[in-house]
């Protein structure tokens, strides 16, 4: 496959903590990068996404910083709370090719 | 508006059986992507489909295959399954032209193979 698996990593944070998850990715021709939040049992759901002419992204609580230069992308999740909990993907297509490639994912542990 | 369903939710089939499975995309978008979600793989990409054709491929053997009909709604098959297709198959569906665009994903088909 495309994305290698791996076992998955996990951060483990406190309730009202700030949480960054980190993602490196592959292609460099990519100029759409997305993040998805999976919860147990439903499919992955949107957060955030950011275009390769811009290097950082704001949303409510979450924050996308592209790092094109070393090909590095992280989500930033503010004040993380339980409900925050759940695997994050960093996707990555490019203009045109409407083909996704997915991270391995991270787990997010949010202690109460 | 409604989101992506994908049916059905659960299924369980025999090696060496086929398999069919459905998703219909939110209103009005007319991109769907298939991927294959496994513990040790991840999510992977199977194939793309745009206004009924495919228009990106996945490096997966040619006993996965898709169509899409002309109301957007796609169908992927495998035949002559195997006990390592047993995965969750997730489609998404977006407005697919142009720039990309958010995608949204189903709940998944969960398929187990025995």
């Known amino acids: 496959g495309e994305n290698v698996g791996l076992h998955l990593p996990t951060l483990s944070v406190q309730e009202g903590d700030n949480s960054i998850i980190n993602c490196a990715y592959s292609n460099s021709a990519s100029d759409y990068f997305i993040w998805y939040k999976q919860e147990s049992g439903k499919g992955p759901q949107f957060i955030i996404d950011i275009r390769s002419n811009m290097d950082k992204r704001q949303g409510q609580r979450v924050t996308v910083l592209l790092n094109k230069t070393v090909k590095h992308l992280s989500l930033q999740i503010a004040a993380t709370q339980p409900g925050d909990s759940a695997v994050y993907f960093c996707?990555?297509?490019?203009?045109?090719?409407?083909?996704?490639?997915f991270g391995a994912g991270t787990r997010l542990f949010v202690k109460a | 508006k409604a989101g992506v369903t994908q049916t059905p939710r659960y299924l369980i089939k025999t090696r060496g059986q086929q398999v069919t499975l459905s998703c219909s995309p939110i209103s009005g978008h007319r991109s769907v992507s298939w991927y294959q979600q496994t513990p040790g793989q991840g999510l992977q990409f199977l194939f793309e489909?745009?206004?009924?054709?495919?228009?990106n491929k996945g490096n997966f053997p040619g006993r996965f295959s898709g169509r899409q009909f002309s109301n957007s709604r796609s169908e992927m098959n495998v035949s002559t399954l195997e006990l390592g297709d047993s995965a969750l198959y997730l489609c998404?569906?977006?407005f697919g032209k142009g720039t990309n665009t958010e995608a949204f994903f189903g709940q998944g088909t969960r398929l187990t193979v025995v």
């Open positions: 998404a569906s977006s």
């Open positions: 489909y745009f206004s009924e054709t495919q228009r």
């Open positions: 996707a990555e297509s490019n203009t045109g090719g409407f083909k996704t490639i």
